[in-house]
């Protein structure tokens, strides 16, 4: 699982660090104003799909059917029920985005309401956006179904690395597109919209290849009465909602953001998207390695695999996030000004980024351990629990995010859903701990103890570096920055690994004991 965790890793490494490159090429064109905020309202609908399908529901209902089937019956039968999904896909989201195209102006006003219609055509660009985006759920579901097929061949870093399209062609699109949109009457912020929709075909172009080669061949057939396609329908469609509670969190954020200062949907967005790089990291690839393992184990009804695969799982996944949440709480305003402060983005635009990251950040812990618990609940067949947890989740986030946005405003917002993630995580995992009979809670509880301990020293060495290196290496330039943010991190990093040695914190070790293995050719 380490090894393709980190195979996952290096090309998530990749694709969200180009992410961090678009993020900063949007912050340089368009800041955090009127464009922004309506590209990021109109997004969160195909985005919110994306989600769903990338990371949820699609993975955990396919993957384990899948992977049976391609166990017990071989290849053909596997590349027949590729192709059933392939075809439903199409057809649902073909619809989907039909339906959206149609009625995108009442939808768009629903998300962003009476605010938006405030200020002079700022309503009528979210809708002309969302109009635009909405062919991205075919591309992404279709990219996610190959996905799903090669990693279930456990063929991890193409798939992984296929995100990284969508990056690529948002930053060409912001350089060279965007240039031209008011020479065909469009503003430039649609040359954005048009990125996302050659991003998710690079998606596809990406994979196929890699698919072709394991013998996969596409055919133009659909039986809804196939058993095996029922099955994939049947987990994801209360998969989707039990799978959705981050999404369904944020899409309320975007909601009630539209209601608070100007720029504030923008804010609470770069903020989640630099939180979600470590979850990418260290969540996501750790839950894609184990799944193939996790419903092959499921497959055999051997509890005590299960059990111990998880439980490997979580402990790996405590050993790298936690410290990734203290850093991300202490850094959070040199990281903000390094990666966005320029162009349009200003001074104030990092401090509230930075206040929203800060508060954001604790959620890392809940979003991750969901990604591991959740598909395991779909593997065992069950799809109930996480639909009834995620419900609570959702009624959570809904109640502390209408009293935090009084009394911290946008910040509210992302502490809400930070608290409602680590919840949702709680209360996932005590149930699965109650259905495999333990988590190994003994092991657990020492590891994030330990974790815990060495995570507070490297937060500690790397705050008072930090404040040392701003009097040390004063300046605003690009480069100062870097500086003092990659040697606080560098300190951190060599902090955090002496107390992981002293505390013997193996999966850390195992960690290190690989990488040296690596950078040393025995």
């Known amino acids: 699982m380490v090894r393709s965790a980190g195979l996952i890793g290096i090309a998530t490494m990749a694709s969200r660090l180009l992410g961090v490159a678009r993020e900063m090429a949007l912050a340089w064109v368009f800041g955090a104003g009127t464009q922004m905020d309506a590209f990021n309202v109109a997004f969160r609908i195909p985005n919110l799909v994306r989600d769903l399908f990338a990371e949820g529901a699609m993975s955990a209902a396919f993957v384990p059917t899948f992977t049976r089937t391609l166990a017990s019956r071989g290849k053909p ?8 999904v392939l075809n439903a ?17 009442p939808i768009t006003h629903a998300i962003a309401g009476d605010e938006f219609s405030a200020i002079p055509g700022k309503l009528e660009l979210t809708t002309q956006l969302t109009r635009i985006m909405l062919p991205f759920l075919t591309t992404v579901a279709i990219a996610v179904a190959l996905m799903g097929m090669l990693n279930s061949l456990h063929r991890f870093f193409l798939p992984a690395l296929s995100p990284a399209m969508f990056n690529v062609a948002t930053i ?21 919209a048009i990125g996302t929709l050659l991003g998710g075909l690079g998606q596809i172009v990406l994979q ?31 998969g989707t909602l039990g799978l959705a509670a981050v999404q369904i969190n944020v899409f309320v954020n975007t909601y009630l953001a539209t209601t608070q200062p100007e720029g504030s949907v923008s804010w609470l967005g770069y903020a989640f998207r630099l939180m979600y790089l470590p979850i990418g990291l260290f969540g996501v690839s750790i839950a894609t390695a184990a799944l193939p393992t996790i419903a092959r184990q499921a497959g055999e009804a051997d509890k005590a695999a299960i059990r111990g695969t998880v439980s490997r799982g979580l402990r790996l996944m405590l050993s790298l996030n936690v410290p990734a949440t203290v850093g991300l709480i202490v850094l959070a305003r040199p990281i903000v000004e390094l990666i966005y402060e320029r162009g349009r983005f200003g001074p104030g635009d990092s401090a509230a980024t930075a206040a929203a990251l800060m508060f954001y950040a604790p959620g890392l812990l809940g979003y991750s351990a969901v990604k591991i618990a959740s598909p395991t609940f779909y593997s065992l067949k069950d799809s109930r629990t996480p639909v009834i947890v995620s419900v609570l989740s959702v009624a959570a986030n809904l109640a502390l995010n209408l009293w935090l946005v009084q009394v911290l405003s946008f910040r509210g917002l992302a502490l809400g859903t930070a608290i409602a993630a680590v919840l949702n995580a709680v209360i996932l995992l005590a149930l699965l701990s109650q259905r495999l009979g333990g988590l ?42 870097a500086i003092r943010v990659f040697t606080s991190i560098a300190a951190g990093v060599i902090v955090l690994i002496i107390a992981a040695r002293a505390l013997r914190i193996e999966e850390l070790d195992d960690a290190l004991r690989r990488l040296a293995r690596r950078a040393v050719p025995s």
């Open 77 to 84: 039968a596997a590349w027949r029920l590729g192709n059933l």
């Open 89 to 105: 896909l199409l057809l649902v989201t073909g619809t989907l985005v039909v339906l959206g195209i149609v009625f995108a102006e």
């Open 172 to 192: 060409f699109c912001a350089v060279a597109v965007v240039p031209l949109m008011p020479l065909v009457g469009l503003p430039p912020i649609a040359g954005i």
């Open 208 to 238: 196929w290849p890699s698919l072709h080669r394991e013998g996969f061949r596409y055919s133009p057939v659909l039986d809804f009465r196939d058993p095996e396609l029922s099955e994939v329908l049947r987990l994801m469609i209360p």
């Open 440 to 481: 190994d809670g003994r092991r657990l509880a020492i590891s994030a103890t330990k974790i815990s301990v060495a995570s507070a020293l490297m937060g500690a060495a790397v705050w008072f570096g930090a404040a040392w290196l701003e009097t040390a290496v004063p300046g605003s330039a690009l480069s100062i920055r």
